[in-house]
Nanobody, 131 residues
């Protein structure tokens, strides 16, 4: 089992930054690869925002909708992954989930942004961007 706990959500004005954190724990933590951030706006489907292959050299992939405005990073010593978001827009308002893939096979790639592939999820943290 893997436990994921997000933090750092909140309200911010348009154009502002926000940093989300995800702390991972559990007896299968060492098998996690990748970890991603997925968001879901009200009335919309879940959308992959960014993912990082924590055990494959930190290779990262980003959704086109946020490319250039977000950076995903990892701290293996803390078993944590972060999402730095800049220049936020009202359309970025959503619940942001941390998610982990365990035992995936195959090469790293943009396919890791697909929300349906992930095995473990956090409880989510709300991000609200006001205009």
């Amino acid at each position: 089992q893997v436990r994921l706990v997000e933090s750092g959500g909140g309200s911010v004005q348009s154009g502002g930054p926000l940093r989300l954190s995800c702390a991972a724990s559990g007896d299968t933590y060492s098998s996690i690869n990748p970890m991603g951030w997925i968001r879901q706006a009200r009335g919309k489907e879940r959308e992959g925002v960014a993912t990082i292959y924590t055990s494959s050299g930190g290779r990262a992939y980003y959704a086109d909708s946020m490319k250039g405005r977000v950076t995903i990073s990892q701290d293996n010593a803390k078993n944590a992954v972060y999402l730095q978001m800049n220049d936020l827009k009202p359309e970025d308002t959503a619940v942001y989930y941390c998610a982990a893939g365990v035992g995936w096979k195959g090469m790293p790639g943009v396919h890791a942004l697909a929300p349906g592939r992930y095995d473990y999820w956090g409880q989510g943290t709300q991000v609200t961007v006001s205009s």
